[in-house]
């Protein structure tokens, strides 16, 4: 019996420990993001109950916002300082650009401070981080479709139809939320380590806001300067939504393509930089 029970543990298997690299952080899979995409969804919905959470206005505003922003901007840009907005009327004119430009400011604060306010999570469980700031940019969505669609009332309104472009609006929309997720990565990574970065946001999105075509439109600027302009991505946005939605405001034409490079560089950095701190966010958090 003593024979028989030695040779059982004799033939045991012995276990194996593989003692593999760790991956480089440009070896980044979609796939083995997607296996968490329970809890990217879980991330969404804590985002947006807490935006509403015990608020008197709730979704009002996503509207609020935009609205009294394009109000002020309709009484001093489209009737004392008599800005041009290519044969528009003023406040649509104003409104297009505000709604892809308040969820982007939004979706940028958010995600910027988002590895910050999770921080108790990072520290317990592993996942990828590249969650967390995908979260806070994607539900910012919601706030996007309430102030949607109040524009959809104002064109009415005004007596304007979307045109055939209206198929490029997806387009344009990927591109806001692909620009807002470019400028998270780099800042939430950032934020980690340098704190102080949160108190350049406000200072980042208004000068942002000026370099931007919202309240006037992208033709006023010299034909020789458009192509630097371009490199704003939040200019091709603008312009593309416009172009889109209303038909009318002129093709946007390279501008577009300039911006359209401009966020895949940005995008594209921001992802191999989140990746290369990602192993030191536990630590430093």
């Not at 004119?93 to 999570?121: D, G, I």
């Not at 200072?203 to 942002?208: A, E, Y």
Request: charged share 10%; hydrophobic share 55%; with cysteine.
């Amino acid at each position: 019996m003593a024979t028989e029970t030695l040779s059982r543990i004799e033939t045991a298997p012995i276990p194996v420990t593989v003692i593999q690299p760790r991956r480089p952080f440009w070896d980044f899979e979609l796939g083995h993001l997607w296996e968490y995409h329970e809890l990217l969804f879980f991330l969404i919905w804590r985002d947006v109950k807490v935006r509403y959470k015990q608020t008197a206005l709730g979704v009002a505003w996503a509207v609020l916002q935009p609205l009294l922003a394009t109000l002020i901007f309709s009484i001093f840009f489209g009737r004392l300082a008599k800005i041009p907005s290519d044969g528009i009327p003023y406040p649509v004119f104003a409104y297009v650009a505000m709604v892809p430009w308040q969820y982007f400011a939004n979706a940028l604060a958010e995600s910027s401070n988002s590895l910050v306010a999770s921080q108790n999570l990072i520290k317990k469980v592993y996942f990828p981080r590249l969650i967390i700031p995908i979260g806070s940019v994607m539900a910012g969505l919601v706030d996007f479709c309430f102030s949607f669609t109040i524009l959809i009332v104002m064109m009415f309104h005004y007596g304007i139809r979307p045109s055939g472009t209206i198929i490029f609006f997806p387009v344009f929309l990927l591109l806001a939320v692909c620009t807002a997720l470019a400028a998270g990565l780099w800042l939430s990574a950032l934020n980690v380590q340098f704190r102080d970065v949160k108190h350049t946001i406000p200072f980042l999105v208004q000068f942002w806001f000026f370099m931007t075509p919202v309240v006037y439109p992208s033709s006023i600027v010299p034909p020789k300067w458009r192509m630097l302009y371009g490199l704003n991505p939040m200019s091709g946005v603008v312009e593309g939504f416009r172009y889109s939605v209303l038909g009318k405001a002129g093709h946007p034409s390279q501008l577009i393509w300039v911006s359209a490079g401009a966020v895949l560089v940005m995008l594209f950095g921001g992802i191999l930089y989140f990746r290369r701190m990602e192993s030191s966010f536990a630590d430093i958090v």
